[in-house]
């Protein structure tokens, strides 16, 4: 689209650039750079052969073990907060709670909602702090 507008036109002389702007634009210099023809095809087939055999995939990245963060204070938490991870409305609170915890693993934890104990992973919850005269 650039060159379009730069390229001077032959009944007027002038480009649209410097009809509209009053002066020409400047333009990098890859649109001004002279591309090299093969008319000879086997000699562009040959040029291309050398290219694509110079050519190295690019190495793989080494995928690495992702650690969660898990708050120090969770493994002592008497209430965390469960983080919602259905679709929700705008302005709904993306945490529930806060729950009970009644029993602790690894990588799971078990909670009281809706009167019935759940196993969620750790990576949901997150501590409450809470005052000791407002636990419910």
């Keep these: 689209m650039l060159g379009i507008r730069a390229a001077v036109k032959e009944g007027l002389w002038y ?14 210099a890859i649109f001004f750079s002279a591309s090299v023809s093969h008319s000879d095809p086997s000699v562009l087939m ?47 609170p993306a945490y529930e709670g806060p729950l009970t915890v009644t029993n602790r693993m690894d990588k799971t934890i078990i909670i009281i909602r809706n009167g019935k104990t759940d196993t969620v992973s750790i990576g949901r919850v997150k501590p409450a702090f809470l005052d000791p005269v407002t636990t419910p």
């Design 46 to 92: 040959a040029h291309l052969d050398t290219f694509f055999k110079s050519m190295r995939p690019t190495p793989t990245r080494q995928s690495t073990q992702r650690y969660w963060h898990v708050p120090q204070s969770l493994s002592t938490a008497s209430h965390v907060f469960l983080r919602v991870d259905a679709h929700c409305p705008p302005l709904s």
């Design 15 to 28: 480009s649209f650039a410097e009809l509209v702007y009053g002066s020409p634009l400047r333009l990098p």
